[in-house]
Each structure stands twice: as C-alpha cells, then as structure tokens.
C-alpha cells in the first residue's frame, strides 16, 4: 500500500481523500453536477428580477403585528364567565387523549362517496370524440360541445 495515496479514516480506509478533503466537500452538489457548471443564480437574479429598480414599500418600517392591534385593549366585562359558561358540559378531548371524535361510520358511508364515484366515470362525447369525467362531460360536451354544430 502508497501511504501517500491510501489514508485511514475510522476503520475504512479511503483511497486518496484526506480528512480536510472529507470535511470541506459537499458531497449532495458533486453527485448533482457531475462535470457540469451550475449557473449562477445570484448572477441571473441580478439580470432577471422582478423587484430590479423598485424600492420595497415596507423598507426600513416595521411590519404591523396582528397582536398589536388587540394590545391595550380590555375585554368586556363578564368575558370570562360566558366562556366558562359556553364551555360547561362540553368534554375537553385533548384531555381524554381523543385527538378528535369518530368519523369512521360517516366516512364508509356509500352516499357520502357519490361525488367520487361520479369522477371515476367516463362518457365519450358524439360530437368530438373526447372522453372525459361526468362532470366534465356535462359541462362542456354532449350539447355543450364546440364541434356540435360542425
């Protein structure tokens, strides 16, 4: 073995890489470019943008927050207790550890699934030819078509 040639890295030993050569490589862009240039992006946002020339209307302001808006301001009196009052009764579900209540039964229901049935269905239009989805098809063959009176 060339010691100038073959290193140990850990228990591997990598041919011709040094551990400076390992550490500084960007491994994700060599396996992308693979022998090609990557243009310049910074270079064509220079050419190509879109804000080039303009000045930006919230430059060197502070962006409003929508907290700020309610800050200062007090809530009427007796808040609390109509939201205590509105909540009364009602079960906390995060805190039985429900995430959120069964839909199982509405979801397997056969007419509940009707508007996709209807997406799966195909109709072939007399006039044109094409074929299309039912909703489609009503939409813009059959009567509605363009080449109807052709």
């Given at each position: 073995m060339n010691k100038d040639k073959d290193e140990e890295w850990g228990n591997i030993k990598l041919p011709g890489i040094s551990d400076e050569k390992l550490y500084n490589t960007k491994w994700?862009?060599?396996?992308?470019?693979?022998?090609?240039?990557?243009?310049?992006?910074?270079e064509q946002m220079k050419e190509n943008n879109p804000m080039k020339g303009k000045i930006s209307p919230n430059k060197g302001k502070q962006m409003p927050q929508i907290s700020g808006k309610l800050k200062g301001k007090k809530k009427p009196e007796g808040f609390g207790e109509k939201v205590s009052k509105a909540r009364k009764g009602v079960p906390n579900l995060n805190?039985?550890?429900?995430?959120?209540?069964?839909?199982?039964?509405?979801?397997?229901?056969?007419?509940?699934?009707?508007?996709?049935?209807?997406?799966?269905?195909?109709?072939?239009?007399?006039?044109?030819?094409?074929?299309?989805?039912?909703?489609?098809?009503?939409?813009?063959?059959?009567?509605?078509?363009?080449?109807?009176?052709?």
């Amino acid at each position: 073995m060339n010691k100038d040639k073959d290193e140990e890295w850990g228990n591997i030993k990598l041919p011709g890489i040094s551990d400076e050569k390992l550490y500084n490589t960007k491994w994700a862009q060599v396996a992308a470019l693979k022998g090609r240039k990557r243009p310049e992006h910074s270079e064509q946002m220079k050419e190509n943008n879109p804000m080039k020339g303009k000045i930006s209307p919230n430059k060197g302001k502070q962006m409003p927050q929508i907290s700020g808006k309610l800050k200062g301001k007090k809530k009427p009196e007796g808040f609390g207790e109509k939201v205590s009052k509105a909540r009364k009764g009602v079960p906390n579900l995060n805190a039985l550890g429900v995430a959120r209540p069964d839909h199982s039964k509405t979801m397997k229901d056969p007419a509940r699934n009707k508007g996709a049935q209807t997406m799966r269905q195909t109709m072939t239009c007399s006039h044109c030819g094409k074929t299309a989805n039912v909703p489609n098809y009503k939409r813009w063959h059959g009567d509605n078509c363009k080449r109807k009176n052709k």
